[in-house]
C-alpha cells in the first residue's frame, strides 16, 4: 500500500462511498464506519471568494491508494484530546497518528474532541435492567506441547464472527470487519442474546443501515447495534441466538513485551474470513490516537493484520484474548505495526455499553472543532489581529450541549477560556477531559462576519455528560 497521504485532492470524493460504490458496481469495501461527511470544501478553500461556511467538513482527509481499489477512509489526525494519565510519549503517539489507518477503507464519521462519538443505539430497549460482566481466565503463557498455534487455532476459531454492513438498499454488503463473541454474564432479561465485540469504526449506527453477524458455518443472524465508543473503538452488537462458543479473555496487565501472540479475524472481509497469524508484543502502553483523536494507550505487536481484521481477537499462547486488534500504520516506511485495545479497557468500554448503551461519567463540551491552521481564513485571521495560536474553529454544536443555547455558532472561534488565551488547544483538552459533568467554563469567542470584520465576546457554559445523543446533530 502506499502512503496514505500522497492524494492530491481529498475533498472531491463522491458524497457518500456505499453510493458510489453501487453505481459503479464495486466490490465491498471492508470495514465501514460512520456516517461520511459530505464532501464540501473544507475551511479556507478558495478563501478570497468565500466566507466560513458553517457545514464544510474538517480539513485533511486522509486516503488510502484509490489505485488498488481502496477507498478514502477518512482519518483526521489533527484532532487531538488529552488523557487524564498524560503519557511520557505523547508525541510519539501524535506521530503515529499522522499515518494510522484504523484497518478501514472507507470514510470514517469522527467527531473530534471533545464529544467522542457513541453511535445512536438502534434498541433503546436492550438499556433498561441489564448489567454485564465480561470474566477474565487465569492467564496462561502455555507450552509448546500444550498450547501449540494449531491447538489454539482450534480452541478460538469459533468465537471469531463476521460483522457485515449492509448498504440503504438493504442487499448489498458495505463493508465487512470480524468481532469476537463475549463471555459476557447478563442479569436481567437478556437470556436470549449474544453479545459481540468490534470495533466502533466497523459499525455503521445509521438505520439506513443494517448490521449482520456471519459465524464460522457461514450462519447469518440480524444484529443490533448496542452502543459504540468511538474515543476507544470499541462497539457491541447483539444477536438473538444463544449457544454460541464465546471466546475466554484474559487480562492485559498480564502480558509482557516478547510474549507471542496471534491475530484471529477476517481480512478482507468473507474472502479470508477466520485468518489466523503471529507474531509478538513489541511494546505495551503505546499511545496511539483513535479516530476522534483521543490517546489511547495500545499493545503494539507484530502480528500480521489487514483492513478486515480491526475489532478480531488478539491473542496470547493459551488462546485467551488480551486485546481488540483496531489499528496498523499502514505506509511503505513500516511493516509489522499493528495495534491492539487491551482487554481491561474493552472490558471497562463494554459493560459500561450493554448497561447503558455508552460509557458512563464522561465530561465533554460537546462541539466538534478543528485547529486554526487549517482554515486559509481563520488562519489569516489569527496573524492579522493577533489571535492566540491554538485558536479552534468550531465544526458543529451538539443539541445536547449547553452552548446550543448560547449565542454561539459553527465557524467562531474559541480564543481562550477561563482568563486565559488559548496558545495551545491542548490546554482546552487537558480542562474538559479533567473536568467532570456540571463543571462551568468561561468560553472567549471570536466571530468572524461576511465583511471579514471580527467581534470578541465570552460565553459562560458548563460542561454535560458525553451520552450517544450528543452526535445527533453532528451527522
Known sequence: MDNNFENNNPFTEPNSN???????????ETEKAGNSFDAQMPYGQNAQNNPPRQNSVPPYTAYCDTNSGYMPYGYYPQKQEAVKKKSKNKKLGIAIAAVLIAVSLVVVSVFAAFMARKGKTQNSDEKASVNAEIPFADSQKGSESEDSAQSIYKKTYESNVGVLVYSRNKSTIASEGSGVILPAVISGNENNKTYIVTCAHVLETSSAYKTVIKTYNGEQYDAKIVGVDSKTDIGVVSIEKTGLKAAE???????SVGDTVYALGNPGGSTFFGSFTNGMISAIGRPVNSPVGYEVPCIQHTAAINPGNSGGALLNEAGQVIGINSSKI??????????SVPSETVKEIVENIIAHGYVTGRAVLGITFTPSSYSQIHSAMVQTHDLPAGSLIIYSISQNSDLANKDVKEGDMVIGFNGKDLDDYNELLDFVEDGSVGDKITLKICRIDQNYKISIFEVETKLVEDTSDLSENAN
Open 249 to 255: 479473555f484474559a487480562s492485559s496487565s498480564s502480558v
Open 330 to 339: 499502514a505506509s511503505t516506511e513500516y511493516e509489522g505495526m499493528g495495534f
Open 18 to 28: 456505499t453510493e458510489a460504490q453501487e453505481n459503479a458496481g464495486e466490490q465491498p
